[in-house]
């Protein structure tokens, strides 16, 4: 693999919410042990947690930059890999500018329905919060490799969330926070379904024109929030 050097840029704060975003991901039951991975955009690239690191013992230095030709920094002298499921993050931040965080989970709920290639419907207002009128499950493809980049980026037109097939999901946003955030909601939507799936009962969908409504409120929800 070749290295660049990218004069070790300087993002120790971001590096360590990186890290801190990997804790939180296992600390919230919405992933576990070394599975998943976060990223972050940075003018050079990206940065992005390495495969087969626990989380409970990654540190920032063990992050590994990729630049937008996804190519890997040298600033860790090689010892660490990106995640195996780098391209998808690259691909992601190539086509979607308004994407600065990647959280990857294999939560169980939502990773439930994706064994079962079940895209996420209207069931429930909040469904909205991923952008759409729905969360969509993309086709399966082999971890790590272009084609299940290809049909990630296919289920997230329109959304910041989608499940994928016999794997997982990917939740985007404009910061680390958002980002989670919106992977602990897809989860627990998808916990709710999934419940509401075992009733047996019809499950009614909100038609397109009152996700439209909510779409429209979510632009500006929480806009007066002090952080």
Request: aromatic share 6%.
């Amino acid at each position: 693999m070749t290295f660049l050097n990218f004069q070790h840029e300087p993002n120790q704060k971001l590096r360590a919410e990186i890290v801190n975003t990997a804790l939180k991901m296992n600390a919230r039951g919405i992933n576990h042990n070394k599975a998943g991975n976060v990223s972050a955009r940075i003018a050079s690239g990206f940065i992005i947690t390495p495969t087969g690191v626990a989380y409970e013992i990654l540190t920032t230095d063990q992050l590994v930059a990729m630049s937008h030709d996804g190519v890997t920094d040298d600033t860790n002298n090689g010892k660490n890999l990106p995640s195996s499921e780098w391209r998808f993050h690259h691909d992601i931040y190539a086509a979607r500018p308004d994407v600065s965080a990647i959280v990857h989970t294999h939560s169980i709920y939502a990773t439930t329905l994706a064994v079962l290639g079940q895209t996420i419907p209207a069931f429930h207002y909040m469904v909205a919060a991923a952008g759409g009128e729905n969360i969509r499950c993309a086709a399966y493809a082999t971890f790590g490799t272009q084609a299940l980049s290809d049909l990630a980026l296919v289920a997230l037109t329109g959304r910041n969330a989608c499940l994928l097939a016999q794997h997982g999901v990917i939740a985007c946003g404009a910061t680390l926070d958002s980002a989670l955030s919106l992977a602990v909601e897809v989860e627990v939507l998808a916990k709710m379904y999934v419940e509401a799936l075992k009733t047996g009962l019809p499950i009614p969908i909100l038609d397109a024109s009152e996700m439209a409504v909510v779409i429209e409120k979510f632009r500006t929800y929480g806009a007066n929030a002090k952080h």
